[in-house]
């Protein structure tokens, strides 16, 4: 299974880069960004000035992984809230 990867170019600081993504992961971007009221534009300058020395597609994947982990984990904890002894 095989996902194209997209290229876009966004302005993060004020220089205009190009970020290369699989589709997925520019998905999993936009909802967040939707959830925090952001642009993705907002969102992924948050991510480069947090990133550190990884690359920042890189740092772009690891976000929305982690964003998606975070989440499963507190449905996971919600199920067992519901649960009964």
Do not use: C, Y
Request: glycine share 8%; proline share 2%; net charge neutral.
């Amino acid at each position: 299974m095989g996902f194209a990867v997209v290229k876009r170019s966004v302005s993060i600081a004020g220089h205009r880069t190009s970020i290369s993504l699989e589709e997925p992961f520019w998905e999993g971007l936009r909802e967040i960004a939707e959830r925090e009221k952001l642009s993705i534009q907002a969102l992924i300058g948050r991510i480069d000035a947090e990133r550190g020395e990884q690359n920042l597609s890189s740092a772009i994947r690891v976000f929305v992984l982690t964003d998606l982990r975070h989440r499963l984990g507190e449905a996971k904890a919600d199920q067992r809230v519901g649960e009964v002894p």
